[in-house]
C-alpha cells in the first residue's frame, strides 16, 4: 500500500503535498488563509525532517493541523520488498498509489553513496538488451513519486544527512518525462529541504535531441549521461531504437554544444554485448565519435537475465576494449558487476517478480 499519511474524507477533494515543491505549498498555504511561511515550514518537515504526518508538524498550530488532515495528504511510494546483496547493493521494490511497482536501488561507496531511481512505470524505448523495455511504457511518474524514492531510500539507508549522489538511470527514460521529471529535481534541490546540489545528480538519456537541447537551458542542471551503446547507426538502430528518429550524427552534435560546467564532463554509457558491440573496432569508434566531447566512458558488461537475447562478454574482451580507449586518450571506466546476486538488471527484479506471481 502507498503510504496515505494523511487523508480528507471521500467527499473532500485533498491536495497531495508530496508533489508540491515549496512555492506550491507556500501557495497552497495562503489558499488556506494562512502565511506562506506555513508553506515553507511543511515543506522542512516532509524533506528535510522526514516528517509525513501532520499531527507531528509541531510548529504548526494546533487548528491548521487539524484542517490539513482533512484536506491535504501526503503520499510516498510504500516499499514492497528490499534485497540486498553480498557487495551491500540493496534493490527496492516499491509500490505506488495505484499499486503499480518501480524499482530503486541504493549502490553503497561507488566511491559516494548512489540512489538510483525510476521516472516511469515501464519504458517505451524498447532497448533490446532491456527488460523494463519489454514492460512497454505503462505511465509516467509523478514529480512527487520520482522524490518520493529518494526519500524513502535516503530514510531506509540512514543516509537523509549524508551526502549522496542520485541517478536517474532506474525504470524509464527521464526525459521522455520531462516536465515530472525536472519538477522533482527542483523539490530535491531545494535548499529548504533534501538539498542535493544538481553536481550530485546525473540524467541518463537514450538520446532524445529535443530534450536533451532543452536541458540545456533549465535552472536546473543535473549531469549529463547519454546510453550510447553502439558505434554505428546500424548497430544504435537495432539496440536503441530511438536512434532511427535522432542519428548518432545529430545525438554526438548536441552533445558537443551541451553547455558543461567547469570541469564537467558527458558520461557515455555503454553496455557491452558479447560479440555485438564489444569488439576492437568498435573501441576505436567510440574513441573516434567522443573526439571534440568533454566526456567519460563507462563500460557496463551486461547484467545478463532471462529474456534478454545477449551474454556478457569476458573479462578479456572487456580489458581489451577499456585499453584500446584509453589508449586514444578517453576516460574509461568498467562497472564492476554488483548486485548479482539480487537481480540488478533494471527491471529484473520486478519483471521475474510479476512472472513468478
Ligand atoms: S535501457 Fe533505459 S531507456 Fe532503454 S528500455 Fe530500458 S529503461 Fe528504457
Known amino acids: 500500500m502507498t503510504r496515505v499519511v494523511e487523508q480528507g474524507s471521500a467527499a473532500t477533494p485533498v491536495k497531495d503535498f508530496s508533489e508540491c515543491d515549496r512555492p506550491e505549498l507556500e501557495a497552497a498555504m495562503v489558499a488556506m488563509g494562512e502565511p506562506a511561511f ?22 504548526l498550530p494546533a487548528p491548521l493541523r487539524s484542517r490539513l488532515q482533512h484536506q491535504a495528504r501526503i503520499s510516498e511510494p510504500a516499499l514492497e520488498t528490499k534485497q540486498v546483496s553480498s557487495d551491500g547493493t540493496t534493490k527496492f521494490l516499491l509500490r505506488l498509489a495505484d499499486g503499480r511497482r518501480v524499482e530503486a536501488v541504493y549502490i553503497p561507496d561507488t566511491p559516494n553513496q548512489t540512489f ?40 531506509e539507508t540512514h543516509l537523509r544527512t549524508s551526502p549522496f549522489n542520485i541517478v536517474l538511470m532506474g525504470m524509464g527514460e527521464p526525459l521522455h518525462n520531462y516536465d515530472a521529471t525536472m519538477k522533482a529535481l527542483g523539490i530535491l534541490a531545494d535548499p529548504q529541504g533534501l538539498a542535493v546540489a544538481p553536481r550530485r545528480v ?45 542519428g548518432l550524427e545529430e545525438l554526438m552534435d548536441t552533445c558537443r554544444n551541451f553547455p558543461l560546467r567547469r570541469r564537467g564532463r558527458i558520461t557515455f554509457e555503454y553496455v557491452m554485448l558479447d560479440g555485438v558491440n564489444d569488439t576492437p573496432d568498435d ?17 557496463l558488461p551486461l547484467n545478463e537475465a532471462d529474456g534478454i537475447p545477449f551474454t556478457r562478454p569476458s573479462d578479456a574482451r572487456v580489458n581489451t576494449f577499456a585499453k584500446i580507449l584509453s589508449d586514444a586518450g578517453v576516460t574509461v571506466s568498467v562497472r564492476k ?19 513468478r506471481a
Open 38 to 59: 506555513r508553506g515553507r515550514q511543511l515543506f522542512q518537515w516532509l524533506h528535510q525532517r522526514d516528517v509525513v504526518t501532520f499531527d507531528a508538524m509541531t510548529d
Open 116 to 155: 538510483c531511481v525510476s521516472t516511469q512505470v515501464g519504458c517505451a524505448m524498447a532497448c533490446g538488451f532491456c527488460l523494463t523495455g519489454k514492460m512497454g511504457l505503462i505511465r509516467n511518474l509523478t514529480a512527487g513519486e520520482i522524490a518520493g524514492q529518494v526519500r524513502v531510500l535516503a530514510r
Open 202 to 246: 546525473t540524467l541518463s538519456t537514450v538520446g532524445l535531441v529535443p530534450a536533451i537541447k532543452k536541458l540545456a537551458d533549465e535552472p536546473v542542471m543535473p549531469n549529463l549521461a547519454i546510453s550510447l551503446h553502439g558505434t554505428t547507426d546500424a548497430q544504435r538502430d537495432a539496440l536503441v531504437p530511438i536512434n532511427r528518429k535522432y
Open 283 to 299: 573501441a576505436r569508434r567510440l574513441a573516434r565519435l567522443l573526439d571534440g566531447i568533454p566526456g567519460k566512458v563507462n563500460l
Open 337 to 355: 558487476s554488483r548486485g548479482r546476486d539480487i537481480r540488478a538488471a533494471c527491471g529484473q527484479l520486478l519483471v521475474e517478480g510479476e512472472r
